[in-house]
């Protein structure tokens, strides 16, 4: 299996947002857990976008991860590797996206790397380096509270300088609208000055048109699932593939089994789609407290939807305001009092999978990241889009059997999310 486009993406939901994107955009795409085992047989595609569970973990760890996932790519034969992160930047100022972003590029030969998490379909657009949420700054937006990467400055040029050891410069939308060429002039002159990586602005698709032509000219860039929607397109535009308009007959194959929600985002958005759920199916709230003090919070969960799930789908949501999380945080610490929530949901969901379940919605990125790996699920097939951002996945490989899931970033889908995503689930 020959591929032309590689991806590494620092989360699973992310993941499949890319992934979406690219099947939306003419390329036939397959999402791994991980890299692959030898054994697994995965499809003939276009591109192929490796998930890993890189955003939060210590840079060191992420870059190893990244750097691997890069060699087994540039062997399937991928000439370009975008590294996807989120549209809303979500890092530190110790990484990851600086660290990653400049090991890729030394491993791939060095050379100036574009940067972008503008997607306008969901309202991420980029204007002087600064990252602007449905036209608000990055840090006046209601996205700039994530429990894990809380983000407070919208200038990118600024954020990404403090994670890189290179300079950081800027390609503005007056050279984009310009057309390539004069993209081009503004990335060799920032080249000759030093810089190792340039934050792109993009308000329009057509902006991501014209990055994802440059960008498909070098080894590495850096973006959101915008710009993989730019350089799909550039792919086509080369005919170098053509164009699959659709997303593969085994993607959507009807699954028997029954149905499940588990959430552990906390963002407005799922909080939101969580009351909106409770009008037509059971929802249980687990108490986030309980759930760092025990295992009997888990139990009593799994014992609640037991007894409820033969008789149609039901919800387990972790999920909590932003007070309380922000609470728990200042008394067990941030790390702690994640991973007790994600690993909660992870044995809830696996739980579920083992009475019968094989229709699963999951909301969060890290809760997805989780029950992915707690399954041990190895890839997926992309399916039709339920939201911007969110298609249906079908498993390959999975020792369970088919099943069809959907990983849902916190702030991704309307406020009937929940309801659509199983409707679409056959």
């Given at each position: 299996m020959a591929i032309l486009l590689g991806s590494i993406a620092d989360d699973y939901t992310g993941a499949s947002d890319l992934a979406n994107t690219l099947t939306k955009n003419g390329l036939r795409t397959v999402q791994t857990v991980g890299i692959p085992d030898p054994s697994l047989a995965l499809p003939d595609v276009d591109a192929v976008v490796v998930s890993l569970k890189i955003r939060s973990v210590p840079a060191t760890d992420a870059v190893t991860a990244a750097t691997s996932a890069q060699r087994w790519l540039r062997r399937r034969g991928a000439s370009h590797v975008l590294y996807k992160i989120c549209s809303t930047f979500d890092s530190t100022d110790a990484g990851n996206i600086g660290p990653v972003t400049e090991a890729l590029s030394h491993a791939a030969g060095g050379g100036i790397v574009l940067v972008t998490p503008a997607f306008p379909e969901t309202g991420r657009t980029v204007y002087l380096g600064h990252l602007f949420v449905g036209g608000q700054p990055l840090n006046e937006s209601p996205l700039k509270d994530h429990p894990l990467n809380p983000m407070h400055d919208a200038n990118l040029v600024r954020v990404l300088a403090r994670q890189s050891h290179g300079a950081v410069g800027l390609i503005d939308l007056t050279a984009i609208a310009a057309g390539p060429g004069a993209v081009k002039t503004r990335l060799e002159a920032l080249r000759a000055a030093g810089v190792s990586a340039a934050v792109a602005?993009?308000?329009?698709?057509?902006?991501?048109?014209?990055?994802?032509?440059?960008?498909?000219?070098?080894?590495?860039?850096?973006?959101?699932?915008?710009?993989?929607?730019?350089?799909?397109?550039?792919?086509?535009?080369?005919?170098?593939?053509?164009?699959?308009?659709?997303?593969?007959?085994?993607?959507?194959?009807?699954?028997?089994?029954?149905?499940?929600?588990?959430?552990?985002?906390?963002?407005?958005?799922?909080?939101?789609?969580?009351?909106?759920?409770?009008?037509?199916?059971?929802?249980?709230?687990?108490?986030?407290?309980?759930?760092?003090?025990?295992?009997?919070?888990?139990?009593?969960?799994?014992?609640?939807?037991?007894?409820?799930?033969?008789?149609?789908?039901?919800?387990?949501?972790?999920?909590?305001?932003?007070?309380?999380?922000?609470?728990?945080?200042?008394?067990?610490?941030?790390?702690?009092?994640?991973?007790?929530?994600?690993?909660?949901?992870?044995?809830?969901?696996?739980?579920?999978?083992?009475?019968?379940?094989?229709?699963?919605?999951?909301?969060?990125?890290?809760?997805?990241?989780?029950?992915?790996?707690?399954?041990?699920?190895?890839?997926?097939?992309?399916?039709?889009?339920?939201?911007?951002?969110?298609?249906?996945?079908?498993?390959?490989?999975?020792?369970?059997?088919?099943?069809?899931?959907?990983?849902?970033?916190?702030?991704?889908?309307?406020?009937?999310?929940f309801a659509a995503a199983l409707a679409m689930m056959h």
């Open positions: 602005d993009a308000i329009f698709e057509r902006d991501l048109e014209t990055l994802g032509e440059i960008a498909l000219e070098t080894p590495v860039s850096t973006g959101a699932s915008g710009l993989g929607l730019g350089l799909a397109r550039a792919l086509v535009r080369s005919g170098r593939i053509s164009p699959s308009g659709a997303a593969p007959a085994d993607a959507i194959r009807p699954v028997g089994g029954l149905s499940a929600i588990v959430a552990g985002s906390c963002s407005k958005a799922t909080l939101r789609q969580l009351d909106v759920a409770e009008r037509s199916m059971p929802v249980l709230r687990l108490d986030p407290e309980r759930l760092l003090a025990g295992p009997d919070e888990i139990a009593a969960a799994i014992s609640w939807a037991g007894d409820r799930i033969a008789a149609g789908p039901v919800v387990v949501a972790a999920s909590a305001a932003p007070e309380t999380v922000t609470r728990l945080q200042s008394l067990y610490g941030r790390e702690a009092s994640g991973h007790a929530i994600e690993t909660a949901t992870s044995i809830i969901a696996a739980e579920l999978v083992a009475r019968g379940v094989r229709r699963l919605v999951v909301a969060g990125g890290e809760t997805s990241g989780a029950a992915v790996d707690r399954l041990a699920i190895p890839a997926f097939l992309i399916g039709p889009e339920i939201a911007a951002g969110v298609p249906v996945l079908r498993t390959v490989g999975n020792a369970q059997g088919d099943m069809l899931l959907a990983l849902k970033s916190g702030n991704f889908g309307g406020e009937d999310f």
